[in-house]
């Protein structure tokens, strides 16, 4: 089955303790990228990537790290982990259409840092 | 920035169609029109898209006014797990090697009744 998958689901953790979301997906696709949503704010981009070893800032990368070793894996890493990262994640990966992109997120990883 | 504007909130019968309104007046003209939805937190789920055409698959209807300045999303039988947050969403043309940052902003919350 294509998918994109995430681990942890849920994760609570404390002020500065460094933290690491896996995303993985089966479709082979180039194109990844990690978004948070917040109330009110819909969801916004952090990183993306345009293949293996190609990454860039989105809207909000302030705190965010991110790796493409691997086409399959695009881990977010949050090296000191403060309470307004506090938010609900979002990894997707992108199909090329011939003109434009459609994007399959994941089911989400709910970050709480306390 | 939003360059759509949806009403925030739509009820739909179950088994009739849900029409879902989008504006986007200030479109240009290698901009897409994109249709997610989210169901209860979790992740987006891809539609459709168009750029000028009207668009049909499996899930819904794209219809795109001549002068694009605005969408309708179809549902053409709205079922109870229609219920979710649909997001309209308007971007431009992207080349395989360019961005595809996607702003999801707040978008219509269908409730769909029985």
């Known amino acids: 089955e294509a998918q994109v998958t995430q681990n942890p689901r849920y994760l609570i953790t404390v002020t500065g303790k460094k933290l690491t979301v896996t995303c993985s997906q089966n479709m082979n696709h180039e194109y990844m990228s990690w978004y948070r949503q917040d109330p009110g704010l819909g969801l916004r981009q952090i990183y993306y990537s345009m293949n293996v070893e190609v990454t860039d800032k989105g809207d909000v990368p302030e705190g965010y790290k991110v790796s493409r070793k691997e086409k399959r894996n695009f881990p977010l890493i949050l090296e000191s982990p403060s309470p307004n990262q506090t938010s609900l994640y979002f990894c997707?990966?992108?199909?090329?259409?011939?003109?434009?992109?459609?994007?399959?997120f994941g089911p989400g990883t709910r970050l709480t840092v306390t | 920035d939003a360059k759509t504007t949806q009403p925030t909130s739509m009820d739909c019968a179950e088994g009739r169609a849900a029409n879902l309104p989008c504006n986007h007046s200030?479109?240009?003209?290698?901009?897409?029109v994109y249709w997610y939805r989210q169901i209860h937190s979790q992740g987006p789920q891809y539609i459709i898209h168009g750029l000028k055409n009207n668009e049909t698959n499996e899930m819904a209807s794209l219809i795109i006014t001549e002068d694009r300045k605005s969408s309708t999303l179809i549902l053409p039988h709205a079922t109870l797990r229609d219920t979710a947050v649909y997001y309209c969403i308007v971007s431009q043309a992207a080349d395989q090697t360019g961005a595809n940052n996607l702003f999801f902003g707040t978008g219509t919350r269908l409730t769909v009744i029985p």
């Open positions: 997707a990966s992108s199909r090329w259409t011939g003109g434009t992109y459609e994007q399959y």
């Open positions: 200030t479109i240009s003209g290698n901009e897409y």
